[in-house]
Protein backbone atom coordinates (compact mmCIF):
# COMPACT_ATOMS: atom_id res chain seq x y z
CA UNK A 1 0.00 0.00 0.00
CA UNK A 2 2.54 2.59 1.22
CA UNK A 3 5.71 1.73 -1.50
CA UNK A 4 4.54 -0.17 -4.33
CA UNK A 5 0.44 1.51 -5.89
CA UNK A 6 1.51 5.29 -5.74
CA UNK A 7 4.24 4.26 -8.49
CA UNK A 8 2.31 1.95 -10.41
CA UNK A 9 -0.68 4.15 -10.40
CA UNK A 10 1.62 6.83 -11.55
CA UNK A 11 3.15 4.24 -14.37
CA UNK A 12 -0.18 3.17 -15.54
CA UNK A 13 -2.10 5.74 -16.27
CA UNK A 14 -2.33 8.11 -12.75
CA UNK A 15 -5.99 8.81 -12.32
CA UNK A 16 -6.86 6.83 -15.40
CA UNK A 17 -5.42 3.47 -13.18
CA UNK A 18 -8.35 3.53 -10.97
CA UNK A 19 -10.68 2.16 -13.35
CA UNK A 20 -8.97 -1.08 -13.71
CA UNK A 21 -7.95 -1.32 -10.51
CA UNK A 22 -11.39 -0.75 -8.72
CA UNK A 23 -13.00 -3.34 -11.52
CA UNK A 24 -10.57 -5.99 -10.54
CA UNK A 25 -11.32 -4.72 -6.84
CA UNK A 26 -15.23 -5.40 -7.29
CA UNK A 27 -15.38 -8.63 -9.27
CA UNK A 28 -11.85 -10.33 -8.35
CA UNK A 29 -10.53 -9.34 -5.02
CA UNK A 30 -13.13 -8.46 -2.45
CA UNK A 31 -15.10 -12.42 -3.34
CA UNK A 32 -11.45 -13.75 -2.26
CA UNK A 33 -11.20 -11.73 0.62
CA UNK A 34 -15.01 -12.23 1.75
CA UNK A 35 -15.01 -16.09 0.97
CA UNK A 36 -11.66 -16.82 3.46
CA UNK A 37 -13.02 -14.84 6.08
CA UNK A 38 -16.29 -16.74 5.49
CA UNK A 39 -14.43 -19.68 5.48
CA UNK A 40 -12.74 -19.02 8.56
CA UNK A 41 -15.51 -17.86 10.54
CA UNK A 42 -17.40 -20.74 9.54
CA UNK A 43 -15.25 -23.54 10.10
CA UNK A 44 -13.21 -21.55 13.61
CA UNK A 45 -10.18 -23.37 12.69
CA UNK A 46 -6.61 -22.59 10.59
CA UNK A 47 -5.92 -23.27 6.86
CA UNK A 48 -4.72 -26.89 7.10
CA UNK A 49 -7.81 -28.27 9.51
CA UNK A 50 -10.36 -25.25 7.80
CA UNK A 51 -9.94 -26.96 3.79
CA UNK A 52 -9.60 -30.82 5.09
CA UNK A 53 -13.10 -30.21 6.09
CA UNK A 54 -14.41 -28.31 3.06
CA UNK A 55 -13.00 -30.76 0.59
CA UNK A 56 -10.85 -33.55 2.13
CA UNK A 57 -9.29 -34.22 -1.35
CA UNK A 58 -7.76 -30.58 -1.22
CA UNK A 59 -6.51 -30.63 2.27
CA UNK A 60 -3.07 -29.82 0.36
CA UNK A 61 -4.50 -26.22 -0.25
CA UNK A 62 -3.64 -26.38 3.97
CA UNK A 63 -0.64 -26.97 3.81
CA UNK A 64 0.55 -25.10 0.83
CA UNK A 65 -0.37 -21.85 2.33
CA UNK A 66 1.09 -22.84 5.44
CA UNK A 67 4.53 -22.93 3.16
CA UNK A 68 4.03 -20.09 1.38
CA UNK A 69 3.68 -17.69 4.38
CA UNK A 70 6.32 -19.59 6.06
CA UNK A 71 8.94 -18.87 2.92
CA UNK A 72 7.81 -15.36 2.93
CA UNK A 73 9.12 -15.13 7.18
CA UNK A 74 11.92 -16.23 5.97
CA UNK A 75 12.92 -13.24 4.09
CA UNK A 76 10.07 -10.28 5.24
CA UNK A 77 11.46 -9.50 8.91
CA UNK A 78 14.56 -8.64 7.24
CA UNK A 79 12.27 -5.53 5.35
CA UNK A 80 12.04 -4.69 9.33
CA UNK A 81 15.56 -5.42 10.59
CA UNK A 82 16.29 -2.54 8.13
CA UNK A 83 13.53 -0.09 9.05
CA UNK A 84 14.63 -0.35 13.09
CA UNK A 85 18.27 0.16 11.76
CA UNK A 86 17.35 3.32 9.78
CA UNK A 87 15.53 4.08 13.03
CA UNK A 88 18.35 3.99 15.58
CA UNK A 89 20.78 5.73 13.29
CA UNK A 90 18.12 8.58 13.33
CA UNK A 91 18.91 9.34 17.05
CA UNK A 92 22.30 11.59 16.35
CA UNK A 93 22.81 15.14 15.55
CA UNK A 94 22.89 14.68 12.11
CA UNK A 95 21.39 11.70 9.62
CA UNK A 96 23.79 9.86 8.98
CA UNK A 97 22.87 9.62 4.96
CA UNK A 98 23.07 12.84 4.47
CA UNK A 99 27.22 13.49 4.29
CA UNK A 100 30.02 11.49 2.19
CA UNK A 101 32.23 11.98 5.32
CA UNK A 102 32.15 8.76 6.46
CA UNK A 103 34.19 5.66 5.94
CA UNK A 104 32.13 3.71 3.38
CA UNK A 105 31.44 6.57 1.22
CA UNK A 106 33.36 6.69 -1.94
CA UNK A 107 35.31 9.76 -3.68
CA UNK A 108 32.01 9.88 -6.20
CA UNK A 109 30.12 10.34 -3.10
CA UNK A 110 27.93 13.53 -3.26
CA UNK A 111 26.04 15.06 -0.06
CA UNK A 112 22.25 16.49 -0.58
CA UNK A 113 23.92 19.79 -1.01
CA UNK A 114 24.70 19.08 -4.27
CA UNK A 115 20.70 19.18 -4.93
CA UNK A 116 20.60 22.46 -4.98
CA UNK A 117 23.50 23.73 -6.91
CA UNK A 118 21.92 26.03 -9.26
CA UNK A 119 24.90 26.41 -11.40
CA UNK A 120 24.92 25.10 -15.06
CA UNK A 121 27.39 22.23 -14.82
CA UNK A 122 25.31 20.67 -12.30
CA UNK A 123 21.69 19.30 -12.63
CA UNK A 124 21.46 17.17 -9.50
CA UNK A 125 21.28 13.39 -8.41
CA UNK A 126 18.70 10.94 -10.35
CA UNK A 127 17.46 8.30 -7.65
CA UNK A 128 16.41 4.78 -8.93
CA UNK A 129 15.65 1.90 -6.90
CA UNK A 130 18.97 -0.08 -7.62
CA UNK A 131 20.50 -0.08 -4.39
CA UNK A 132 24.08 -1.01 -5.09
CA UNK A 133 24.99 1.93 -7.78
CA UNK A 134 21.43 3.40 -6.39
CA UNK A 135 21.89 7.23 -8.47
CA UNK A 136 24.23 8.97 -10.77
CA UNK A 137 24.18 11.90 -13.25
CA UNK A 138 26.75 13.51 -15.40
CA UNK A 139 28.49 16.40 -13.98
CA UNK A 140 31.40 17.50 -16.00
CA UNK A 141 31.32 14.63 -17.20
CA UNK A 142 32.20 12.57 -13.74
CA UNK A 143 29.17 9.94 -12.05
CA UNK A 144 27.81 10.89 -9.20
CA UNK A 145 26.47 8.80 -5.81
CA UNK A 146 24.04 10.30 -3.52
CA UNK A 147 25.01 10.12 -0.25
CA UNK A 148 21.84 8.52 0.69
CA UNK A 149 22.09 6.08 -1.58
CA UNK A 150 25.32 5.22 -0.16
CA UNK A 151 24.03 4.57 3.47
CA UNK A 152 21.48 2.16 2.48
CA UNK A 153 24.03 -0.02 -0.26
CA UNK A 154 27.37 0.01 1.19
CA UNK A 155 26.83 1.12 5.00
CA UNK A 156 23.14 -1.16 5.50
CA UNK A 157 23.88 -3.68 2.76
CA UNK A 158 27.53 -3.25 2.44
CA UNK A 159 26.54 -5.03 -0.85
CA UNK A 160 29.78 -4.01 -2.81
CA UNK A 161 31.58 -6.31 -0.65
CA UNK A 162 29.58 -9.55 -2.75
CA UNK A 163 30.37 -10.24 -5.99
CA UNK A 164 26.77 -12.67 -5.85
CA UNK A 165 24.66 -15.22 -4.49
CA UNK A 166 27.66 -17.18 -4.25
CA UNK A 167 29.55 -14.78 -2.39
CA UNK A 168 27.67 -14.22 1.12
CA UNK A 169 30.65 -12.75 2.66
CA UNK A 170 30.67 -11.94 6.20
CA UNK A 171 26.99 -11.54 8.56
CA UNK A 172 26.47 -7.80 9.52
CA UNK A 173 26.45 -8.22 13.73
CA UNK A 174 24.31 -4.97 13.71
CA UNK A 175 21.83 -6.34 11.35
CA UNK A 176 21.66 -9.71 12.80
CA UNK A 177 20.74 -7.71 16.24
CA UNK A 178 17.96 -5.55 14.99
CA UNK A 179 16.65 -9.14 13.26
CA UNK A 180 16.95 -10.53 16.13
CA UNK A 181 14.87 -7.48 18.28
CA UNK A 182 12.49 -7.68 15.30
CA UNK A 183 12.29 -11.23 16.39
CA UNK A 184 11.81 -10.56 20.35
CA UNK A 185 8.94 -8.32 19.43
CA UNK A 186 7.24 -10.88 17.40
CA UNK A 187 7.73 -13.80 20.17
CA UNK A 188 6.53 -11.21 22.79
CA UNK A 189 3.23 -10.09 20.43
CA UNK A 190 2.42 -13.92 19.76
CA UNK A 191 3.48 -16.10 22.37
CA UNK A 192 -0.13 -16.21 24.20
CA UNK A 193 -2.47 -16.44 21.13
CA UNK A 194 -4.34 -13.50 20.33
CA UNK A 195 -4.90 -12.21 23.10
CA UNK A 196 -1.49 -10.62 22.87
CA UNK A 197 -1.28 -9.89 19.85
CA UNK A 198 -5.15 -8.34 19.73
CA UNK A 199 -3.86 -5.74 22.35
CA UNK A 200 -0.45 -4.77 20.37
CA UNK A 201 -2.04 -4.59 16.90
CA UNK A 202 -4.05 -1.35 18.73
CA UNK A 203 -1.07 0.17 18.40
CA UNK A 204 0.88 -1.13 15.40
CA UNK A 205 -2.33 -0.63 13.31
CA UNK A 206 -3.34 2.93 13.83
CA UNK A 207 -0.18 4.18 14.76
CA UNK A 208 0.60 4.44 10.71
CA UNK A 209 -2.34 6.22 10.08
CA UNK A 210 -1.57 8.96 12.54
CA UNK A 211 2.40 9.08 10.85
CA UNK A 212 0.40 9.24 7.17
CA UNK A 213 -1.74 12.00 7.95
CA UNK A 214 1.32 13.94 9.45
CA UNK A 215 2.94 13.33 6.46
CA UNK A 216 0.33 14.08 4.24
CA UNK A 217 -0.11 17.65 5.77
CA UNK A 218 3.80 18.22 6.29
CA UNK A 219 4.41 17.07 2.72
CA UNK A 220 1.54 19.26 0.53
CA UNK A 221 3.29 21.92 2.02
CA UNK A 222 6.49 21.17 0.51
CA UNK A 223 7.92 23.37 -2.45
CA UNK A 224 6.98 20.99 -5.58
CA UNK A 225 4.45 19.28 -4.00
CA UNK A 226 1.24 20.30 -5.93
CA UNK A 227 4.06 19.18 -9.05
CA UNK A 228 4.18 15.54 -7.38
CA UNK A 229 0.25 14.84 -6.72
CA UNK A 230 -0.61 16.12 -10.23
CA UNK A 231 1.56 13.63 -11.97
CA UNK A 232 0.21 10.86 -9.28
CA UNK A 233 -3.03 11.86 -10.34
CA UNK A 234 -3.01 13.33 -13.99
CA UNK A 235 -5.52 10.74 -15.97
CA UNK A 236 -3.47 8.79 -19.44
CA UNK A 237 -6.89 7.11 -20.89
CA UNK A 238 -4.81 5.34 -23.16
CA UNK A 239 -2.74 3.26 -21.37
CA UNK A 240 -5.83 1.08 -19.53
CA UNK A 241 -6.49 -0.49 -23.42
CA UNK A 242 -3.02 -2.72 -22.27
CA UNK A 243 -3.73 -5.33 -21.11
CA UNK A 244 -0.32 -5.18 -18.63
CA UNK A 245 -2.13 -2.37 -16.90
CA UNK A 246 -5.01 -4.99 -15.95
CA UNK A 247 -2.28 -7.18 -14.82
CA UNK A 248 -0.66 -4.50 -12.59
CA UNK A 249 -4.18 -4.04 -11.13
CA UNK A 250 -5.20 -6.86 -10.08
CA UNK A 251 -1.47 -8.08 -8.89
CA UNK A 252 -2.05 -5.02 -6.67
CA UNK A 253 -5.34 -5.79 -5.44
CA UNK A 254 -4.32 -9.68 -4.62
CA UNK A 255 -1.25 -8.91 -2.76
CA UNK A 256 -2.71 -6.16 -0.75
CA UNK A 257 -5.59 -8.13 0.01
CA UNK A 258 -3.93 -10.49 1.21
CA UNK A 259 -5.92 -14.19 0.57
CA UNK A 260 -3.93 -17.16 -0.17
CA UNK A 261 -1.36 -16.69 3.11
CA UNK A 262 -3.70 -18.13 5.57
CA UNK A 263 -4.16 -15.19 7.02
CA UNK A 264 -7.64 -14.14 6.75
CA UNK A 265 -8.43 -17.70 7.44
CA UNK A 266 -6.63 -17.40 11.00
CA UNK A 267 -7.57 -14.82 12.16
CA UNK A 268 -11.42 -14.69 11.00
CA UNK A 269 -11.25 -18.11 12.99
CA UNK A 270 -11.35 -15.97 16.23
CA UNK A 271 -14.48 -14.70 15.07
CA UNK A 272 -18.03 -14.96 17.17
CA UNK A 273 -20.02 -17.19 14.93
CA UNK A 274 -22.80 -14.82 14.55
CA UNK A 275 -19.94 -12.27 13.40
CA UNK A 276 -20.90 -9.75 10.07
CA UNK A 277 -18.57 -10.95 8.29
CA UNK A 278 -19.81 -9.87 5.19
CA UNK A 279 -19.53 -6.48 7.22
CA UNK A 280 -16.17 -6.74 7.57
CA UNK A 281 -15.49 -8.01 4.11
CA UNK A 282 -16.63 -4.16 2.80
CA UNK A 283 -15.40 -2.56 5.08
CA UNK A 284 -11.64 -3.99 5.60
CA UNK A 285 -11.67 -4.01 1.77
CA UNK A 286 -12.31 -0.01 1.27
CA UNK A 287 -10.34 1.18 4.35
CA UNK A 288 -7.01 -0.99 2.43
CA UNK A 289 -8.23 0.62 -0.91
CA UNK A 290 -8.88 4.35 0.69
CA UNK A 291 -5.24 3.51 2.27
CA UNK A 292 -3.29 3.05 -0.58
CA UNK A 293 -5.08 6.12 -2.42
CA UNK A 294 -4.03 8.25 0.86
CA UNK A 295 -1.18 6.88 0.93
CA UNK A 296 -0.39 7.90 -2.98
CA UNK A 297 -0.85 11.89 -1.84
CA UNK A 298 2.02 11.13 1.27
CA UNK A 299 4.62 9.48 -1.19
CA UNK A 300 3.96 11.70 -4.45
CA UNK A 301 3.41 14.74 -2.59
CA UNK A 302 7.49 14.24 -1.05
CA UNK A 303 9.13 12.83 -4.74
CA UNK A 304 7.48 16.21 -6.07
CA UNK A 305 9.31 18.20 -3.61
CA UNK A 306 12.60 16.34 -4.52
CA UNK A 307 11.85 16.57 -7.81
CA UNK A 308 11.99 20.42 -7.38
CA UNK A 309 14.90 20.38 -5.17
CA UNK A 310 16.94 18.12 -7.86
CA UNK A 311 15.82 20.07 -10.78
CA UNK A 312 14.66 16.45 -12.26
CA UNK A 313 11.47 15.05 -13.89
CA UNK A 314 9.39 13.03 -11.77
CA UNK A 315 9.89 10.35 -13.49
CA UNK A 316 13.56 10.21 -12.65
CA UNK A 317 12.63 10.10 -8.89
CA UNK A 318 9.59 8.21 -8.61
CA UNK A 319 10.70 4.37 -7.75
CA UNK A 320 9.11 1.49 -5.96
CA UNK A 321 10.33 -1.01 -3.47
CA UNK A 322 13.36 -0.56 -1.18
CA UNK A 323 14.75 2.48 -3.25
CA UNK A 324 11.40 4.40 -2.62
CA UNK A 325 11.39 3.98 1.44
CA UNK A 326 15.15 3.70 1.92
CA UNK A 327 17.05 5.97 -0.13
CA UNK A 328 14.54 8.35 -2.09
CA UNK A 329 12.55 9.23 1.52
CA UNK A 330 15.07 9.26 3.76
CA UNK A 331 16.89 12.04 1.38
CA UNK A 332 13.71 13.89 1.08
CA UNK A 333 12.90 14.23 4.70
CA UNK A 334 16.73 14.56 5.48
CA UNK A 335 16.29 18.01 3.77
CA UNK A 336 13.39 19.25 5.89
CA UNK A 337 13.68 21.37 9.24
CA UNK A 338 13.35 19.13 12.05
CA UNK A 339 14.48 16.18 9.56
CA UNK A 340 15.31 14.06 12.74
CA UNK A 341 12.05 13.92 14.00
CA UNK A 342 10.63 13.46 10.42
CA UNK A 343 12.86 10.19 10.15
CA UNK A 344 11.76 8.88 13.88
CA UNK A 345 8.05 8.89 12.85
CA UNK A 346 8.74 7.81 9.10
CA UNK A 347 10.75 4.45 10.04
CA UNK A 348 8.58 4.14 13.37
CA UNK A 349 5.70 3.84 10.43
CA UNK A 350 7.90 0.94 8.70
CA UNK A 351 8.63 -0.75 11.23
CA UNK A 352 4.97 -1.31 12.69
CA UNK A 353 3.83 -1.40 9.11
CA UNK A 354 6.14 -4.39 9.14
CA UNK A 355 5.19 -6.03 12.17
CA UNK A 356 1.37 -5.86 11.37
CA UNK A 357 2.00 -8.31 8.53
CA UNK A 358 4.73 -9.92 10.24
CA UNK A 359 2.38 -10.62 12.81
CA UNK A 360 -0.06 -12.19 10.49
CA UNK A 361 1.66 -14.22 8.36
CA UNK A 362 3.08 -15.95 11.42
CA UNK A 363 -0.23 -16.13 13.23
CA UNK A 364 -1.48 -17.96 10.15
CA UNK A 365 1.09 -20.50 10.61
CA UNK A 366 0.64 -21.13 14.11
CA UNK A 367 -2.95 -21.20 14.33
CA UNK A 368 -3.32 -23.58 11.50
CA UNK A 369 -0.65 -26.60 12.95
CA UNK A 370 -2.06 -25.92 16.81
CA UNK A 371 -5.58 -26.91 14.96
CA UNK A 372 -4.16 -29.51 13.32
CA UNK A 373 -1.78 -30.86 15.56
CA UNK A 374 -3.26 -30.08 18.96
CA UNK A 375 0.29 -30.59 20.68
CA UNK A 376 1.71 -27.43 19.38
CA UNK A 377 -1.54 -25.63 20.48
CA UNK A 378 -0.65 -27.25 23.83
CA UNK A 379 2.96 -26.16 24.00
CA UNK A 380 2.68 -22.57 22.15
CA UNK A 381 5.04 -21.01 24.32
CA UNK A 382 7.36 -23.40 22.88
CA UNK A 383 6.83 -23.92 19.56
CA UNK A 384 6.20 -20.23 18.87
CA UNK A 385 10.44 -19.95 20.34
CA UNK A 386 11.74 -23.20 17.84
CA UNK A 387 9.69 -21.17 14.65
CA UNK A 388 11.19 -17.55 15.44
CA UNK A 389 14.38 -19.17 15.68
CA UNK A 390 14.52 -21.30 13.08
CA UNK A 391 13.34 -17.69 11.35
CA UNK A 392 16.25 -16.06 12.49
CA UNK A 393 18.94 -18.72 11.92
CA UNK A 394 17.92 -18.47 8.23
CA UNK A 395 17.71 -14.44 8.33
CA UNK A 396 20.86 -14.29 8.90
CA UNK A 397 22.12 -15.21 5.55
CA UNK A 398 20.23 -12.11 4.41
CA UNK A 399 22.02 -10.33 7.14
CA UNK A 400 25.20 -11.13 5.17
CA UNK A 401 27.11 -8.86 2.68
CA UNK A 402 25.63 -10.23 -0.12
CA UNK A 403 22.13 -11.20 1.37
CA UNK A 404 20.51 -8.70 -1.13
CA UNK A 405 20.85 -11.53 -3.71
CA UNK A 406 19.42 -14.17 -1.20
CA UNK A 407 16.57 -11.61 -0.30
CA UNK A 408 15.50 -10.67 -4.01
CA UNK A 409 15.51 -14.24 -4.82
CA UNK A 410 13.18 -14.98 -2.06
CA UNK A 411 11.06 -12.01 -2.46
CA UNK A 412 10.46 -13.12 -6.46
CA UNK A 413 9.71 -16.81 -5.96
CA UNK A 414 8.68 -17.32 -2.39
CA UNK A 415 4.85 -15.92 -2.68
CA UNK A 416 4.79 -15.54 -6.57
CA UNK A 417 3.14 -17.73 -8.89
CA UNK A 418 3.09 -20.50 -5.85
CA UNK A 419 0.10 -17.86 -3.73
CA UNK A 420 -2.13 -17.34 -6.67
CA UNK A 421 -2.37 -20.96 -7.78
CA UNK A 422 -3.10 -21.78 -4.20
CA UNK A 423 -6.26 -19.22 -4.63
CA UNK A 424 -7.65 -20.62 -7.75
CA UNK A 425 -7.44 -24.07 -6.24
CA UNK A 426 -9.13 -22.64 -3.45
CA UNK A 427 -11.74 -21.01 -5.72
CA UNK A 428 -12.26 -23.84 -7.72
CA UNK A 429 -12.44 -26.25 -4.63
CA UNK A 430 -15.16 -23.83 -2.94
CA UNK A 431 -16.84 -23.77 -5.69
CA UNK A 432 -17.27 -25.97 -8.02
CA UNK A 433 -16.60 -28.82 -5.38
CA UNK A 434 -18.37 -27.99 -2.05
CA UNK A 435 -20.73 -25.41 -4.21
CA UNK A 436 -21.74 -22.46 -4.54
CA UNK A 437 -25.31 -23.25 -2.66
CA UNK A 438 -23.83 -25.01 0.25
CA UNK A 439 -21.56 -22.22 1.02
CA UNK A 440 -24.46 -19.55 0.58
CA UNK A 441 -26.20 -21.44 3.49
CA UNK A 442 -23.60 -21.66 5.04
CA UNK A 443 -22.91 -17.94 5.62
CA UNK A 444 -26.63 -17.41 6.19
CA UNK A 445 -26.48 -19.40 8.98
CA UNK A 446 -24.08 -17.30 10.49
CA UNK A 447 -25.30 -13.55 9.48
CA UNK A 448 -29.01 -14.31 8.75
CA UNK A 449 -29.03 -13.65 4.93
CA UNK A 450 -27.51 -15.50 2.05
CA UNK A 451 -24.85 -13.64 -0.73
CA UNK A 452 -26.73 -12.48 -3.28
CA UNK A 453 -26.38 -13.18 -7.37
CA UNK A 454 -23.33 -10.94 -7.71
CA UNK A 455 -21.45 -12.93 -4.98
CA UNK A 456 -22.38 -16.71 -6.42
CA UNK A 457 -21.53 -15.61 -10.36
CA UNK A 458 -17.88 -13.99 -8.86
CA UNK A 459 -17.17 -16.83 -6.82
CA UNK A 460 -17.86 -19.55 -9.47
CA UNK A 461 -16.78 -17.72 -12.80
CA UNK A 462 -15.50 -14.45 -12.29
CA UNK A 463 -13.02 -15.23 -9.46
CA UNK A 464 -11.17 -18.07 -10.83
CA UNK A 465 -10.90 -16.26 -14.05
CA UNK A 466 -9.71 -13.25 -12.56
CA UNK A 467 -6.57 -15.72 -11.12
CA UNK A 468 -6.03 -17.67 -14.90
CA UNK A 469 -5.68 -14.07 -15.94
CA UNK A 470 -2.74 -12.88 -13.41
CA UNK A 471 -1.22 -16.02 -13.76
CA UNK A 472 -1.20 -15.90 -17.78
CA UNK A 473 -0.41 -12.44 -18.55
CA UNK A 474 2.47 -13.24 -15.68
CA UNK A 475 3.78 -16.47 -17.32
CA UNK A 476 3.62 -14.46 -20.71
CA UNK A 477 5.74 -11.64 -19.52
CA UNK A 478 8.39 -13.77 -17.36
CA UNK A 479 11.60 -13.05 -17.32
CA UNK A 480 14.97 -14.59 -15.42
CA UNK A 481 15.77 -12.78 -12.68
CA UNK A 482 18.46 -10.64 -12.63
CA UNK A 483 20.28 -7.43 -10.81
CA UNK A 484 22.33 -5.52 -12.52
CA UNK A 485 24.60 -6.95 -14.30
CA UNK A 486 24.06 -10.22 -12.10
Not at 215 to 227: F, K, Q
Not at 397 to 402: K, T
Request: some cysteine.
Amino acid sequence: NVWRFPYICYQNGGGAFLIPYCIMLVFGGLPLFYMELALGQFHRKGAITCWGRIVPLFKGIGYSVVLIAFYVDFYYNVIIAWALRFFFASFTNMLPWTSCDNEWNTPNCRPLEVLLWSNDDASGLNFTSSPHNISNTTVEKTEYTSASSEYFSRAILELHRSQGLHDLGNIKWDMALCLFIVYLICYFSLWKGISTSGKVVWFTALFPYAVLLILLIRGITLPGSAEGIRYYLSPNFSLITKAEVWVDAATQVFFSLGPGFGVLLAYASYNEYHNNVYQDALLTSLINSCTSFVAGFVIFAVLGYMAHVSRQPIAEVATEGPGLVFIVYPAAIATMPGSIFWALIFFMMLLTLGLDSSFGGSEAIITALSDEFPVIGRNREIFVACLFTLYFFVGLVSCAQGGFYFFHLLDRYAAGYSMLFAVLFEAIAVSWIYGTRRFCDDIKDMIGFAPGYYWKVCWYVVAPAFLMFIIVFGLMGYEPLTYENY
